[in-house]
């Protein structure tokens, strides 16, 4: 972070399902970083805004994520708060995926999920509503 690169994430869950990213730059590839709501607001901080103050941070005080699927409840939460995802188009995919990337300065977010019903019907909800 102090050497202003742009990061690269991936969600994710650990063996021990403890929410993390996983963070590359092109100096470093798949370091991962366990998540807690401040940890996160770090990350997305230094993604919009190149602030790499991290006083205060503690990755290591997280806890077991709850939900069914920490990619999904993630992309979910970034388009509810008005940011702009871009989907890859579905004729691009395989039949058993779908890609989405948010490109912010200095960084990016990519997703790739399982195409389930629910995730396609989430995409169908957001196409159409926008």
């Known amino acids: 972070m102090k050497q202003r690169e742009s990061i690269n994430l991936k969600f994710r869950c650990n063996s021990d399902n403890i929410p993390c990213a996983t963070v590359e730059t092109s100096t470093?590839?798949?370091?991962?970083?366990?998540?807690?709501?401040?940890?996160?607001?770090?990350l997305l901080g230094y993604l919009e805004n190149g602030i790499d103050e991290d006083f205060g941070i503690f990755p290591m005080q997280v806890s077991q994520y709850k939900g069914a699927c920490f990619q999904f409840d993630?992309?979910?939460?970034?388009i509810e708060t008005?940011?702009?995802?871009?989907?890859?188009?579905?004729?691009r995919e395989t039949l058993y995926h779908v890609s989405a990337v948010l490109?912010?300065?200095?960084?990016?977010?990519?997703?790739?999920?399982?195409?389930t019903n629910?995730?396609?019907?989430?995409?169908?909800t957001i196409k159409t509503t926008a």
């Open 28 to 42: 470093l590839q798949n370091l991962m970083y366990q998540l807690s709501p401040q940890s996160w607001q770090w």
């Open 74 to 78: 993630m992309l979910k939460s970034l």
């Open 82 to 91: 008005g940011y702009k995802i871009q989907f890859a188009p579905m004729f």
């Open 103 to 115: 490109p912010l300065i200095n960084g990016k977010i990519f997703f790739r999920l399982e195409r």
């Open 118 to 124: 629910e995730i396609m019907n989430y995409i169908e």
